[in-house]
């Protein structure tokens, strides 16, 4: 009977999580597992420490302000590291957080094995950090198909497990019948994907709004996200424009998208659907000293996944000081319109479905996971 203890700091590595618990138990029934992170994992079978909301804290602002929760998470998490001396340690993102772990893991439990499944993006960010992972785990189980590559730059060991985004997106269309047919004639509609928290879709559903209104011959669908009430929305909406909670659905039978970045943009490409990605930054400015500083920061060119995996622009990222409502409604403009430019895009897009393939990653990581003595 093995035993793991699993971190997830946030709501997207607690879904992960739950899904490898779930294939953990399915390869050995009697698989304890306990950790920190939500109520997905606890669904799951996975007795908690500590539950997510004290955890994910965004920001550096939210950070200070959460510094005494913080500590106490810490050594609530050693003293139960101590306590169920698992097997296993899995680590599953939440960088800042996991790598103390994994350090204080090695130190006072060297016989338990250390997984990074949904490693730090440290190709875009804080590169540094692969010696510190690579150091403290015994595997480090990629979700990107370049992540492999990446990391054998620097000597270092990688496997590619499949990406759970895409294998969602895949089971999501494969559960829809003959949804492909009716989409052509149900694309009267602009979807918008305003972000997942209620301080960026503050700041960026005006604009998003604002571009997708110039074009009056489309309906516009605001896609709400889990956990928002929709009353938190209905301020931004005029007449005739609506709220939905079946975003993929919207998204599948869209004309074309404007995606605040991040995940959202990678489903949107992955459900067929064009789009502008935006971000906000309150120091706009900053993004030009950010580009012009890119090779001692960043490994990447682009700041969405869609651009990053297909390694070129795909899709127009209106980023910082270029989230303009007349840049976001003339790309809005040729997405709707051209023809061939929307085409262009599609076709990239099954170029970017057929890298990341369709292997079921948590499947994939468990076995990894459970063939090791």
């Not at 618990?21 to 399915?26: P, V």
């Not at 950790?35 to 994910?56: K, S, T, V």
């Not at 404007?258 to 943009?265: C, E, L, Y």
């Amino acid at each position: 009977m093995a035993k793991y203890f699993i971190i997830a700091g946030e709501a997207s590595g607690d879904l992960h999580a739950a899904k490898l618990i779930e294939q953990l138990r399915r390869r050995d029934p009697q698989t304890q597992c306990s950790g920190l992170g939500g109520d997905r994992m606890e669904a799951a079978g996975c007795r908690l420490h500590q539950h997510i909301r004290n955890m994910a804290f965004m920001g550096f602002v939210a950070v200070l302000k959460n510094l005494k929760q913080i500590r106490r998470n810490f050594r609530i998490a050693e003293q139960a590291l101590l306590s169920d001396q698992p097997d296993a340690l899995i680590l599953i993102d939440y960088p800042s957080f996991n790598l103390r772990m994994a350090e204080f893991c090695r130190k006072h439990l060297p016989k338990t094995k250390i997984y990074y499944y949904i490693p730090p993006k440290i190709w875009a960010w804080k590169r540094r950090r692969i010696h510190a992972i690579s150091r403290l785990c015994d595997e480090v189980l990629g979700i990107f198909p370049f992540e492999p590559a990446f990391y054998a730059k620097y000597g270092y060991r990688c496997t590619y497990v499949g990406n759970p985004t895409a294998e969602e997106m895949a089971l999501h269309k494969s559960q829809i019948p003959n949804q492909k047919s009716k989409i052509k004639n149900q694309q009267s509609h602009i979807a918008i994907l305003p972000g997942s928290r209620p301080s960026e879709i503050s700041h960026c559903l005006t604009k998003m709004l604002e571009a997708a209104r110039r074009f009056p011959n489309y309906g516009i669908v605001v896609c709400a996200a889990p956990g928002i009430d929709d009353a938190f929305y209905t301020g931004y909406l005029r007449e005739g424009e609506s709220l939905t909670r079946d975003t993929y659905g919207t998204v599948m039978t869209a004309r074309a998208a404007i995606v605040n970045s991040g995940t959202a943009t990678l489903e949107t490409a992955l459900l067929g659907c064009p789009q502008v990605a935006v971000y906000h930054l309150a120091l706009s400015w900053a993004i030009n000293i950010l580009r012009w500083m890119q090779p001692l920061f960043f490994s990447v060119r682009y700041f969405t996944l869609v651009n990053i995996i297909a390694g070129k622009e795909v899709i127009k990222e209106c980023i910082a000081n270029e989230f303009k409502v007349d840049l976001v409604s003339a790309e809005l403009g040729r997405l709707l319109e051209d023809e061939e430019y929307r085409k262009k895009m599609l076709a990239e897009y099954e170029h970017i479905d057929s890298l990341l393939g369709t292997q079921p990653a948590a499947e994939r990581a468990a076995q990894i996971i459970t063939s090791k003595p």
